[in-house]
């Protein structure tokens, strides 16, 4: 089994910064990437950024220029560098970990952490 907790949520006002954190522990062999998603009230879940073990990066429209992501491969982390923060951007912010949990297992498993608030105040 694995385990994915966030930390670094919380209350900011527009135009500050917050650093999501992301740590993903248990049964792990190696993770193929990471990844954040967002769900605002009323709304699907979205995707907000999205990293391999390779380095290669994928960001929504909505957050380039903006956020960051990155990983710490030896400490199977993802974080998330948010600056220029905006109202719209509060939502639960939510990781993901593509884990393959056995060398030689060629299954791989996808895993999400419980979510962290991000409050963005006008």
């Known amino acids: 089994q694995v385990q994915l907790v966030e930390s670094g949520g919380g209350l900011v006002q527009a135009g500050g910064s917050l650093r999501l954190s992301c740590e993903a522990s248990?049964?792990?062999?190696?993770?193929?990437?990471m990844g954040w998603y967002r769900q605002a009230p009323g709304r699907e879940r979205e995707l907000v950024a999205t990293?391999?073990?390779?380095?290669?990066?994928n960001y929504a429209d909505s957050v380039k220029g903006r956020f960051t992501i990155s990983m710490d491969n030896a400490k199977n982390t993802v974080y998330l560098q948010m600056n220029s923060l905006k109202p719209e951007d509060t939502a639960v912010f939510y990781c993901?970990?593509?884990?393959?949990?056995?060398?030689?297992?060629?299954?791989?498993?996808?895993?999400w952490g419980q979510g962290t608030q991000v409050t963005v105040s006008a």
């Open positions: 248990g049964t792990i062999f190696s993770i193929n990437g």
């Open positions: 990293i391999t073990s390779g380095g290669s990066t």
């Open positions: 993901n970990a593509q884990v393959k949990p056995v060398r030689g297992y060629q299954n791989i498993y996808l895993y």
